[in-house]
């Protein structure tokens, strides 16, 4: 297939500073939970059994990841608030596969992604398929929320009462824990290389628009022109 | 010895007044009290009207009895049976057969809504409950007879609390908890394997003291014996928070008394105070004597709990016959897979490129011919 070059694209602005906002102290909340995580589920020696200094690893690891847990907590806390008050593309309606049009981009999306087809579709907000992984990661997100408090808190009785309904004893709750971090390290790898191949194969610029919240969007006739026109243009 | 004749009378002389204070005395420093209650415990204690107290026996191994049994501080095991009634107890009793089920039928007429029942074992549910039978009747029919008549029950041990070990998966005999049968009834379950008889012996003297249950937790659990975790309360705990750990038993840190966290203690998820009330009159317990918290006082321990010398239970993959794995496994085919994908996908697209130049090229060779 040849494309049509050259080709005109305008910057347009998608994403707000509040959605960037979240975006980012998710990203790095979830860094720093990832690692100090696997670090508290499996220390590894560091002492040597000499103890040759006093280091409080595991307190201090631990502290790191409860503080970074709060900050996570309010980033999902964001994006709640962003699925009823943000802008259209922020909200769920826009990403999930629950109409005619949304379930053919999916489709779409699907075939892009095994190089069946190089036709790019040029989308103002999330893909379906991105936006649908992104919806299932807010879940799994709550429930590492909510689990996490449930072992930090066990002795308070409403998050006592709360964990013990949702989740069983503590060890459940240690278990969910466990398995949905790996969904996490599974989520950050794959999105890098999405957002990476996607840079390539897509004029977008995906990248930089996680900063600057901006796309590019060609202004022919591949795009949906009508959604495009309502957009305020930046610069 | 007192000269007190009542408490001589009381005690039948096996107990001294000094070590029955003592005693009173230990049960209120269990529940939290002030030592201000202790002769009010006393009183209640040395009432000639001595609660009744039915022992009933279903699935179990009467480990819970022979843990009472050898408490001895100060020599608890007397102490109980002074202190309350028991008419009606399996192993220790000395009726047999007829007379004996007599005895309970008449414990349970005679003190209808005063009695305390306190059950040992877990109650079969399948089939009918055919598989627990005591004097032709199942242990259901009992516990369904004997548990609404009584004024309270107690669930001594994981079994009667929560189904234990014959309640483990694929649990055959459908064995449950006294909570899951009987309902709108005060239930005070005093899990463990077998539990401490001390907290048992503190929960009774607080029902003689005061009337009524302590405070429970969402598992019915006493607080003031399971309301914090063994973790925050271990003496290894220094170095959980130093990051130090056996990594295998008799290593130099298992010989130093590192943290068994590593090695699969469940102290950071029970709920029990074994870390501060200890067992068998010489301070003794598990984790003291180098071996990680199993989680005994758990429900469904047996399940969530194993193996006991690894963190996290195997997860059931319902993949070629089912295979048990361990958690940690999961972890590396999520992210080996991962890894394998993005690898086979960047691939399959620099490949798709490579062919698409080189026959891009070889198109432009074959149009400028």
Redesign the interface.
């Known amino acids: 297939m040849i494309r049509k070059e050259p080709r005109l694209y305008y910057r347009v602005f998608v994403w707000s500073g509040t959605l960037r906002l979240f975006h980012w102290t998710l990203a790095f909340s979830t860094f720093i939970l990832v690692l100090t995580g696997i670090y508290i589920h499996y220390p590894p020696i560091t002492t040597k059994w000499a103890e040759f200094k006093p280091q409080y690893i595991m307190a201090t690891l631990r502290y790191w990841h409860f503080c970074a847990g709060y900050f996570f907590i309010c980033a999902l806390l964001v994006r709640f608030y962003l699925f009823f008050a943000g802008n259209q593309y922020e909200r769920p309606t826009d990403f999930l596969p629950i109409n005619k049009r949304n379930l053919q981009s999916l489709v779409h999306n699907i075939k892009f992604y095994l190089y069946l087809t190089d036709e790019h579709e040029c989308r103002m907000g999330h893909t379906i398929l991105a936006g649908t992984i992104y919806f299932i990661l807010f879940i799994c997100g709550v429930i590492m929320g909510l689990t996490g408090l449930y072992l930090l808190y066990p002795e308070t009785p409403m998050v006592a009462r709360m964990g013990h309904d949702l989740f069983g004893t503590p060890q459940q709750a240690r278990l969910i824990h466990y398995l949905l971090n790996w969904f996490f390290i599974f989520f950050i790898m794959v999105h890098l290389y999405i957002a990476i191949w996607n840079d390539f194969k897509a004029p977008d610029a995906i990248i930089s628009g996680a900063f600057s919240g901006s796309k590019m969007m060609p202004a022919d006739l591949e795009c949906p022109i009508e959604e495009l026109e309502k957009i305020p243009f930046e610069k | 010895m007192s000269n007190n004749d009542h408490t001589k009378d009381f005690v039948g002389g096996g107990v001294s007044r000094r070590t029955f204070l003592k005693g009173c005395a230990l049960a209120a420093a269990t529940l939290g009290l002030s030592p201000d209650v202790v002769p009010k415990m006393v009183e209640a204690a040395m009432s000639p009207k001595r609660p009744p107290v039915v022992w009933l026996h279903f699935q179990e191994c009467t480990g819970c009895s022979e843990s009472l049994l050898r408490s001895a501080r100060p020599d608890i095991a007397t102490l109980i049976l002074d202190l309350i009634s028991l008419d009606y107890h399996e192993t220790l009793m000395a009726a047999a057969g007829k007379q004996a089920e007599e005895n309970l039928r008449n414990a349970i007429k005679k003190n209808t809504g005063k009695f305390i029942c306190v059950v040992e074992g877990g109650i079969p549910t399948k089939d009918g409950g055919i598989y627990c039978k005591i004097g032709g009747r199942t242990a259901l029919d009992i516990v369904t007879e004997v548990a609404p008549r009584a004024k309270m029950v107690i669930a001594i041990g994981t079994c009667a609390a929560f189904g234990g070990v014959q309640a483990a998966k694929p649990n055959p005999t459908g064995a449950v908890g006294v909570q899951d049968i009987v309902k709108g009834q005060t239930i005070i379950n005093i899990p463990g394997c077998p539990p401490n008889p001390e907290n048992f012996l503190a929960t009774v003297v607080q029902i003689l003291t005061y009337g009524r249950p302590p405070e429970l937790?969402?598992?019915g659990r006493p607080k003031f014996a399971y309301?914090?975790?063994i973790h925050d309360h271990c003496e290894r705990r220094p170095h959980?928070?130093?990051?130090?750990?056996v990594?295998c038993f008799g290593d130099?840190?298992h010989k130093?008394g590192y943290c068994l966290?590593?090695v699969g203690c469940?102290g950071?998820?029970?709920?029990s105070n074994c870390s501060v009330e200890r067992f068998c009159n010489v301070g003794a317990w598990p984790v003291g004597a180098g071996h990680g918290c199993i989680?005994c006082t758990?429900?469904?321990?047996w399940d969530?709990?194993m193996p006991i010398y690894k963190?996290?239970?195997g997860?059931y993959i319902p993949l070629g016959g089912g295979i048990r794995e361990q958690?940690?496994k999961?972890?590396e085919v999520?992210?080996g897979?991962?890894?394998a994908?993005?690898a086979a996908?960047?691939a399959?697209?620099v490949g798709?490129k490579i062919f698409s130049s080189v026959k891009g090229s070889s198109q432009k060779k074959d149009d400028e011919k």
């Open positions: 937790d969402e598992l309301g914090r975790k959980f928070d130093e990051g130090r750990f990594e130099p840190g130093k966290y590593k469940k950071p998820v029970t709920y989680g758990e429900p469904g321990f969530t709990m963190h996290l239970p997860i958690a940690e999961i972890g999520a992210v897979g991962a890894a994908v993005i996908h960047a399959v697209g798709k």
